[in-house]
């Protein structure tokens, strides 16, 4: 992890991120409340499909809550996901996107 951003190089070429700058890579930006959901921002890459998933605990059993979720474009970019209906009708969750084949 050259750049100190937390990705191995291999994970960086996985995601395409640049393995040379910390302000390049595959990550969660944040998560805001959006009526009763949640918005998910996150950092990826054109011409990946990434699958946003949640667990009850960080340790816990991750489940896909997307569908996949083709990404435009060939260039880094920030997209978003909306968890719909999850503050009144889900416990706390814990969130990731993984990237899918």
Not at 37 to 45: A, D, E, F, P, S
Not at 91 to 101: D, G, H, N, S, T
């Amino acid at each position: 992890d050259p750049d100190g951003d937390g990705q191995s190089n291999y994970a960086e070429f996985l995601t395409r991120t640049d393995p040379t700058t910390n302000a390049s890579a595959f990550k969660l930006l944040g998560a805001t409340r959006e009526g009763a959901g949640v918005r998910l921002l996150w950092q990826t890459h054109g011409g990946l499909t990434n699958v946003v998933q949640a667990a009850a605990s960080g340790g816990g059993n991750f489940a896909d809550i997307s569908p996949p979720l083709v990404i435009a474009g060939d260039a880094a970019v920030t997209t978003n996901f909306l968890d719909e209906g999850v503050l009144t009708n889900a416990p706390a969750r814990f969130y990731r996107i993984r990237l899918a084949p």
